[in-house]
């Protein structure tokens, strides 16, 4: 596309728009109502979309004010802590924002998200320790607990029931020792989540900002397979078996990222409608194995990097 007509397509005034203040009490709502209702959790962590809009629409101040409105609606209606969690989760993702508006692109904002959010998660690991693995931990343990155990009881097989038990009792043993590779990959997949609805978002109503195959190129350098085997000898170590579990499900996922993008770039050239191509991701995404098979894709395109056979052949001079 031209650069006069990007500038153009970018500077486009958004129709219907409700402005930086109605983005601001829509993404307090969405933040608050989880506080309210805990099972609405989604929503409070896309509750950065609307300001990511507001970034991108209307400039940095009117969306740090936006910002600094919610959190303050917050911290009046329901208290302080809130407010300040909600801001906490809000304004690393404006990086997003403030990446794409710079020229830098997406997938530079979710990168500088991510290591921020991630700083803050380690943070609170290192000094409220405690505090993050009874969270992480709260609902392994009301499932393990007699009263949820006997409801289940009332209206389930025995043998579904000590099925159950059993399964429930290895995830808790193994989130006793992952969880902060949990926070740390939670954090992501709330970067992910956000990136992906703006990137809708644009797609529909302004596609000059979006750079064409940013996303199906990502491939992570090779010295992340040196880590991925060096963690997994560590894992002999009983010593430092707990860390490297961790640093292991960390790299895994990064690898899954990977073999994501290779699916969507093979997904993105068939030819077939939008609509087709995106039940092909579903379907990708849905399959009970699918965190295996797009990690060993991830991990096996450092070395054959499998989207090359897509590319058209070079023209001969």
Request: aromatic residues 10%; contains cysteine.
């Amino acid at each position: 596309m031209p650069e006069s007509l990007t500038a153009r397509v970018r500077e486009r005034p958004e129709p219907r728009t409700g402005g930086a203040l109605g983005a601001a009490l829509f993404s307090a709502l969405m933040f608050g109502a989880f506080l309210r209702l805990p099972l609405l959790l989604p929503f409070a962590l896309l509750a950065p979309f609307p300001l990511l809009v507001v970034r991108l629409r209307h400039g940095v101040v009117p969306a740090v004010l936006a910002t600094l409105s919610a959190a303050a609606l917050l911290g009046s209606l329901v208290g302080g802590g809130p407010g300040v969690r909600y801001l906490m989760l809000v304004a690393p993702l404006l990086l997003v924002g403030e990446s794409m508006a710079r020229g830098r692109g997406m997938l530079r904002g979710c990168g500088w998200a991510f290591a921020v959010l991630a700083l803050l998660v380690s943070t609170f690991l290192l000094f409220a320790n405690d505090e993050m693995r009874a969270l992480a931990l709260a609902s392994l343990e009301h499932s393990r607990s007699p009263e949820f155990l006997e409801g289940m009881r009332a209206s389930v097989p025995p043998e579904q029931v000590d099925a159950f038990v059993e399964q429930a009792a290895t995830a808790y043993e193994a989130m006793l020792v992952v969880y902060p590779a949990v926070y740390i990959i939670g954090v992501a997949i709330v970067v992910l989540l956000n990136a992906s609805l703006l990137r809708l978002y644009l797609r529909r109503r302004d596609p000059g900002w979006l750079d064409a195959g940013e996303f199906e190129g990502v491939r992570w350098p090779f010295v992340l397979a040196v880590a991925f085997v060096a963690l997994g000898l560590a894992v002999l170590s009983p010593l430092l078996r707990p860390a490297a579990y961790n640093g292991l499900l960390i790299v895994a996922f990064f690898f899954g990222l990977q073999g994501l993008a290779v699916v969507c770039f093979y997904a993105q050239r068939l030819a077939a409608p939008p609509l087709l191509r995106a039940a092909v991701l579903v379907l990708v995404l849905i399959n009970p194995w699918a965190p295996q098979i797009l990690a060993l894709i991830g991990l096996f395109d450092i070395w054959f990097d499998f989207r090359k056979w897509a590319e058209p052949p070079e023209a001969r001079a």
